[in-house]
């Protein structure tokens, strides 16, 4: 079994930043490809970034390239999402979860966190 617990998030004026933080326990995450994921009122999840369990391979919504950087910690068992130049659009709960990847396609694995919300304003 693996333990999410996200932190970080925050209300940030547009323009500003913030860094998201998924902490793991019960077992390494250094096998996982992970992952966020945001879900905003009304709307359906999307999957914002992820990040193959080696850190060589890294995927982005195409709204958020350029803006955001996931990255992971392995010795610390720890997935962080910065994000910059944040908009009202990014307005959402931010979910960390372990992701299955089959070629260009990634998916939400078994563990994801509670969430933490982020939220922008105009």
């Known amino acids: 079994q693996v333990q999410l617990v996200e932190s970080g998030g925050g209300l940030v004026q547009a323009g500003g930043s913030l860094r998201l933080s998924c902490a793991a326990s019960?077992?390494?995450?250094?096998?996982?490809?992970m992952g966020w994921f945001r879900q905003a009122p009304g709307k359906e999840p999307e999957f914002v970034a992820g990040i193959s369990w080696s850190g060589g391979s890294t995927y982005y919504l195409d709204s958020v390239k350029g803006r955001f950087t996931i990255s992971r910690g392995n010795a610390k068992n720890t997935v962080y999402l910065q994000m910059n130049s944040l908009s009202p659009e990014d307005t959402a709960i931010y979910y960390c979860?372990?992701?299955?990847?089959?070629?260009?396609?990634?998916?939400?694995?078994?563990?994801w966190g509670q969430g933490t919300q982020v939220t922008v304003s105009s």
């Open positions: 019960g077992r390494t995450i250094s096998t996982y490809n």
């Open positions: 979860a372990t992701v299955r990847r089959v070629g260009s396609s990634w998916s939400r694995g078994d563990y």
